[in-house]
């Protein structure tokens, strides 16, 4: 069976086919995959806070915003490719974390929309960072990566607080 998932690619949406994965994935591949997303995440929202604050008036040069917005486009592309892999998977993960996913496809592709806008507008410019047609799409990325950070950190940290919970009622129970 062959499932159709969401990957940003190039910063575009595209539709790409992936295998079905193999009946014997449980709960805990979901949860390491969020917290490998979680990982990417956090960094995608940290690139888009440093491209904020190099957005301003003389902050810095069309060469650092490139290459930020680089590094925050691989950044997407990569949480594009996991979040594919996590939804494949979805049916064996728990609801915390198939509500972090769902928040992810969410706001994913905007992310990737708003990569493409502020590139073009690089691309095309070079320069005066400060206008709207630059600024709009690097503030709107700031809100949704810290989103998708912060989504995928409470669903990893409830889930390790539930494995702790369970230990300790287990721990609990044997004494």
Same mark, same amino acid.
């Given at each position: 069976?062959? @499932?159709?998932? =969401?990957? $940003? ?6 539709? $790409?086919? @992936?295998? %079905?994965?193999?009946?014997?994935t ?7 995959? =969020? ?15 440093? =491209? ?6 003389? &902050?810095?040069?069309?060469?650092v ?18 979040? *594919?892999? =996590? ?5 064996? *993960?728990?609801? &915390?974390?198939? !509500? *972090?996913?769902?928040?992810? *496809?969410?706001?994913?592709?905007s ?6 806008? !502020? ?18 799409? @690097?503030?709107?990325? !700031?809100? &949704? ?8 950190? &409470? %669903? ?6 539930? !494995? ?12």
């Amino acid at each position: 069976m062959k @499932i159709k998932a =969401l990957a $940003i690619t190039g910063c575009l949406a595209a539709a $790409i086919t @992936i295998p %079905a994965p193999a009946k014997d994935t449980n709960t805990e591949n979901a949860f390491q995959m =969020l917290k490998d997303f979680r990982t990417v995440a956090d960094d995608a929202a940290k690139q888009a806070d440093k =491209l904020q604050v190099l957005s301003m008036p003389e &902050e810095a040069g069309w060469e650092v915003n490139a290459s930020y917005l680089n590094a925050l486009r691989d950044d997407v592309n990569r949480m594009g490719q996991m979040l *594919a892999n =996590l939804e494949a998977i979805r049916g064996s *993960a728990t609801p &915390e974390e198939q !509500a *972090a996913i769902d928040r992810a *496809a969410e706001w994913l592709p905007s992310m990737a929309s708003e990569v493409k806008q !502020a590139i073009d507008y690089l691309n095309t410019r070079q320069t005066n960072f400060w206008m709207p047609e630059y600024r709009q799409p @690097i503030d709107a990325l !700031a809100v &949704e990566a810290t989103r998708v950070a912060s989504a995928s950190n &409470e %669903a990893v940290r409830l889930q390790q607080l539930q !494995a702790k919970e369970r230990k300790l009622k287990n721990g609990l129970e044997g004494a």
